[in-house]
């Protein structure tokens, strides 16, 4: 899959298309309460979408139920995701490669059998979750 397109917008931009908690965590890095998110224990069929620039980032399939109360992928789309190390070193930033929303944190070596063993730690609020298209598992 090809590196996503660049996304720029101002701040300006960015408040008017987002809502203010959306605003908040993709712009500003924030994190939405523990269990409160609408997809930690949501488990459909499809594509979850960047909410900020609409980018596909993780696939359904690469969901599942950490127990941490925020949704879990052990992998990203190809190219989806960039990672950068917290100013503390403490953690690992993932944001959208296009343009640049907050995601949340990527831990690995927790232990979980999963075939990656990482924890993409995303908040709901950052992520749109997209139905499978019937028509195209026919």
Known sequence: MAAPVSIQKSEEEWRAILSPEQFRILREKGTELRGTGEYDKFF??????????????YKSATKYNSGCGWP??????????NRSP?????RT??????????????????????PTDERHCVNSVSI???????????
Request: hydrophobic residues 30%; aromatic residues 10%; contains cysteine.
């Open 86 to 90: 917290d100013p503390d070193g403490r």
């Open 72 to 81: 879990a992928f052990y992998e990203g789309l190809p190219g989806a995701i």
């Open 44 to 57: 459909a069929d499809g594509i979850y979408n960047c909410a900020g620039c609409g980018t596909p980032l």
């Open 93 to 114: 930033e993932i944001t959208c490669a296009a343009c640049g929303g907050h995601l949340g944190h990527v831990f690995k070596g927790e232990g979980f059998t999963t």
């Open 128 to 138: 749109k979750f997209g139905p499978a298209d019937a028509s195209a598992s026919s």
